[in-house]
């Protein structure tokens, strides 16, 4: 019988702060077809690169109360590429006025035609906690966000197949050895290294398996920042570490381009996940719960994000990741899963056997997952 044990630890709280914000805006009123602007992203290294772009016309209730600006890119590998995975959130400007961030695309397209989200709409998403929200509404059958690369480094192939329908619900895009795996120091980084345009990685598990998923930035005012253009996972309310980031390469593809790369440094915490855009703080430390898995002699430590939906979701992920690069996965199996998960307010004792000849490490992390999606969707005041 193989035993494996799980430890978690959840340091929980909620985030509050206030902010206002200032900056020389392009405004919607004043967008017409044919004006031509600059738009500014990475496409190798850190190194902020402009691309041209031309205004095609103004989508009006897309989504409820929500406007899109069609535009045509062009410029650096663009023509190759088409939009590209990761050019969230790049800023775009008018006669050196921010009008909006790339943050829509059409699968499939031909040519670099992108949706860019309004300014004014992402400066309402203010980085201060406040109720969770629902999911993002879709916009038009066409034109979609431009899915969020997340990459998933130390993961198995089995794992990802098994997952992946999970994540693209959740407007993901899952990848595997398409991250560079950086793993960010424990140290802060410098703020100051961040600029519109710049590549950002938000981190949902980092440590000997890491989840991360890039963007770009838009704004910075202040401390407060702005990003992507679109959710993440609209999950309201957050706290997601996120690490400067610099791109490897650019991947051309037939079904969507995408950008690889790698974490750099922490610069600080999103606090707001909503429909049109995420935004945060810089230089704010986001409490993570740390995860220790021993399956089969190694041990696996890592730090994973405090979500109701996500927690559970990547924990059963890198249990079973952690079971199929240790255990058979075919043949006559048992499994003893012994472990607890520490809240601030007591602990939950795990200790079940999983017996199969096929796949035993998907029920065994189910057997973990199961208890800590309870817990968390219980109500708990000190987590939500």
């Known amino acids: 019988m193989q035993a494996m044990a799980l430890i978690l630890r959840f340091a929980v709280v909620c985030l509050l702060t206030s902010s206002a914000w200032a900056v020389d805006i392009f405004p919607l009123s004043e967008v017409r077809a044919g004006q031509r602007g600059v738009g500014r992203t990475v496409f190798t290294g850190t190194k902020i690169e402009e691309f041209q772009v031309e205004v095609l016309g103004v989508m009006e209730n897309v989504a409820p109360q929500q406007t899109i600006i069609l535009a045509r890119l062009s410029g650096g590998p663009l023509a190759q590429t088409g939009v590209i995975q990761g050019m969230s959130g790049s800023p775009v400007y ?23 989200r309004p300014i004014e709409e992402m400066l309402r998403v203010a980085p201060e906690a406040g109720r969770r929200a629902a999911g993002a509404p879709p916009l038009l059958a066409g034109l979609k966000d431009i899915a969020t690369p997340v990459s998933f480094a130390g993961f198995s192939a089995a794992t990802l197949e098994q997952f992946g329908p999970r994540l693209r619900e959740l407007g993901l895009d899952p990848r595997q050895g398409v991250s560079g795996g950086g793993r960010p120091a424990d140290a802060m980084g410098d703020p100051a290294k961040l600029e519109p345009g710049s590549m950002i990685s938000v981190q949902l598990l980092s440590g000997d398996m890491t989840v991360s998923a890039d963007g770009t930035l838009t704004l910075i005012d202040g401390s407060n920042v702005y990003a992507f253009g679109h959710r993440l996972l609209a999950g309201g309310a957050s706290e997601m570490p996120f690490a400067s980031a610099e791109v490897l390469t650019v991947l051309p593809a037939l079904n969507s381009s995408f950008k690889i790369s790698r974490a750099l440094e922490w610069m600080g915490t999103i606090t707001q996940d909503r429909s049109t855009a995420i935004s945060g703080l810089t230089g704010q430390r986001a409490r993570m719960a740390p995860l220790e898995i021993k399956a089969g002699g190694h041990a696996y430590r890592m730090n994973v994000i405090q979500d109701a939906v996500m927690t559970p979701l990547v924990t059963q992920m890198a249990v079973s990741s952690a079971l199929e690069a240790t255990e058979r996965a075919v043949g006559s199996t048992t499994l003893h899963v012994r472990g607890e998960i520490r809240f601030v307010g007591g602990t939950v004792k795990l200790d079940n056997v999983y017996s199969g000849d096929v796949s035993v490490a998907i029920p065994a992390a189910n057997g973990v997952a199961a208890p800590l999606n309870y817990a968390l969707a219980s109500g708990f005041d000190a987590f939500l």
């Open 94 to 116: 008018i006669d050196g006025r921010l009008m909006g961030a790339v943050a829509l695309g059409f699968d499939l397209a031909k040519e670099p035609v992108a949706g860019i």
